[in-house]
């Protein structure tokens, strides 16, 4: 994501004292569930975060993941060989070595203990997207920036009639989260930033997912509470979407009001459940604004608020700190 910045690599990075591994005590302590201890983001923790990302490798491994280490940038934390000499193809790992980044990715528990132990520096893992048995899509719902990836996702949703269904679920250190769904063999998923809508990415065949017991320079991925065992199957109607050509092929709207989204942002506020009311009003107000319907729409989902019960002033405070985020973000956004 843009606010990582890309670390040097790992030469340039002071030489990581030997590591004392756990080969059989690690797996007990931590699970594929909520790790049990604190490790702070310090460097006194380091071996302990090292240990518990690859206990939470090896179980996300067991359970038919290919995982590969990662470093607290979310960065491949295995060198590439070719580094200076780029292959060209560009090997993916024919040539036998480690350090090719997702291909390295793997289920095999001596694999991954090697692939770790080269990499005393990492503190986090990957899980590869789009390969068997799961074909795992990673749909990665940001908060930061102004986005709201999930009241996004719900929008979509309700517009193309597709449950959300309960899934695994990590919560990332920045308020994100990522809802993991299992995909078909093919059409193959790739991966895609933004387009599906703003605040959604897509991680497909050759992304990875940062799994669950990782430590990155932004804190913890965790499991959320509650969170079901087994991913759930991609929604078909979400499939579709997935699969379809990029926007820039598709038709463009019409010029002028789009009656359209203007009646579903509507309607999107008029569905609110308890506890989603703000954040959707929020979130249409922002859309609202951005297609220069703010005004225009303001009456109109302020009345679709009170029908779900908020009073006119929330649902006008609301509105307004919307239109005020919006104009704040604008000018951020052009430094
Ligand atoms: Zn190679």
């Known amino acids: 994501m843009s606010e990582d910045r890309p670390e040097g690599p790992p030469e340039d990075r002071p030489e990581a004292p030997p590591l004392a591994l756990h080969p059989t005590g690690s797996t007990e302590r931590a699970g594929l569930t909520r790790p049990s201890g604190p490790t702070g983001p310090t460097d006194a923790h380091a071996t302990d975060a090292h240990a518990a990302a690859l206990?939470?490798?090896?179980?996300?491994?067991?359970?038919?993941?290919?995982?590969?280490?990662?470093?607290?940038?979310?960065?491949?934390?295995?060198?590439?060989?070719?580094?200076?000499?780029?292959?060209?193809?560009?090997?993916?790992?024919?040539?036998?070595?480690?350090?090719?980044?997702?291909?390295?990715?793997?289920?095999?528990?001596?694999?991954?203990?090697?692939?770790?132990?080269?990499?005393?520096?990492?503190?986090?893992?990957?899980?590869?997207?789009?390969?068997?048995?799961?074909?795992?899509?990673?749909?990665d719902?940001?908060?930061?920036?102004?986005?709201?990836?999930?009241?996004a996702l719900r929008f979509l949703a309700e517009q193309h009639g597709f449950p959300i269904p309960p899934t695994i679920t990590v919560l990332t250190p920045s308020g994100g989260r990522h809802l993991w769904l299992t995909g078909p063999p093919s059409p193959v998923i790739t991966n895609s930033a933004g387009r599906l809508?703003?605040?959604?990415?897509?991680?497909?065949?050759?992304?990875?997912?940062?799994?669950?017991?990782?430590?990155?320079?932004?804190?913890?991925?965790?499991?959320?509470?509650?969170?079901?065992?087994?991913p759930a199957p991609v929604p078909d109607a979400l499939l579709a979407l997935l699969t379809a050509p990029p926007p820039s092929t598709r038709r463009e709207p019409p010029p002028g009001v789009p009656p359209q989204p203007a009646a579903a942002l509507v309607s999107f506020v008029r569905a609110s459940p308890a506890g989603q009311r703000n954040a959707r009003l929020f979130w249409a107000a922002c859309r609202a604004d951005e297609s220069g319907l703010g005004q225009e729409l303001a009456a109109r989902l302020t009345e679709a608020a009170r029908h779900t019960g908020l009073s006119a002033q929330e649902a006008r405070a609301t509105i307004a700190s919307a239109t005020r985020h919006r104009q704040e973000g604008g000018k951020r956004g052009n430094p």
């Open 55 to 139: 206990a939470h490798a090896l179980l996300a491994a067991e359970r038919g993941y290919p995982v590969f280490p990662l470093t607290r940038n979310k960065l491949p934390a295995l060198r590439s060989p070719h580094r200076g000499h780029p292959e060209v193809p560009p090997c993916r790992g024919e040539c036998g070595r480690l350090g090719h980044g997702v291909h390295d990715a793997s289920t095999d528990p001596l694999t991954i203990r090697r692939m770790f132990a080269a990499a005393p520096w990492a503190t986090g893992y990957g899980l590869a997207c789009g390969r068997p048995p799961h074909h795992l899509i990673g749909i």
């Open 141 to 151: 719902l940001d908060t930061k920036h102004g986005a709201d990836g999930l009241t």
């Open 197 to 230: 809508a703003p605040g959604i990415d897509i991680r497909g065949a050759g992304g990875y997912l940062v799994g669950p017991g990782s430590l990155t320079v932004h804190g913890h991925y965790t499991l959320a509470p509650d969170t079901p065992q087994r």
